[in-house]
């Protein structure tokens, strides 16, 4: 029969292997996202800086619609402007929420059935 100090350092580790395993997956979806964006030589092309601005708004908005399960209202929150302002981005931008909702329950789902949330 386990002791309770027994107990508590299994309930300790179990703890620990849940933080990493988080801490992993997020590392792994950082290490996902820069494989998406484009590295620009500066002696070998001329830098479109308007359009360079809009791949990195639409890069933050996406990151901060995932990490929000696709709620608005704390995305704007994440990326410190109002939730009109970055609706009107999403509308500019032609960013589809719906995915990043339902990449959100995937994640979700997938920590539930493995035992982390």
């Known amino acids: 029969m386990k002791t309770q100090l ?3 350092k299994i309930k300790t580790t179990n703890d620990k292997l849940e933080a990493l395993r988080s801490m992993t997956a ?3 979806d950082e ?3 820069l494989s998406t964006l484009k590295m620009v030589e500066p002696a070998a092309e001329k830098v479109d800086f308007d359009n360079e601005v809009k791949r ?3 890069y933050l908005i996406e ?3 995932l990490r929000a399960g696709g709620c608005q209202r ?3 929150q994440i990326l410190g402007m109002k939730t009109t302002t970055l609706n009107a981005k999403i509308k500019r931008y ?3 929420v719906g995915k990043h909702v ?3 329950e995937e994640a979700f789902q997938h920590q539930q059935q493995n035992g982390w949330a």
């Open 94 to 96: 032609r960013i589809a």
């Open 31 to 33: 290490v996902k996202s």
């Open 26 to 28: 997020a590392l792994l």
């Open 102 to 104: 339902a990449r959100a």
């Open 56 to 58: 990195f708004e639409i």
């Open 63 to 65: 990151r901060a619609l």
């Open 6 to 8: 027994q107990i508590e």
């Open 74 to 76: 704390v995305a704007a």
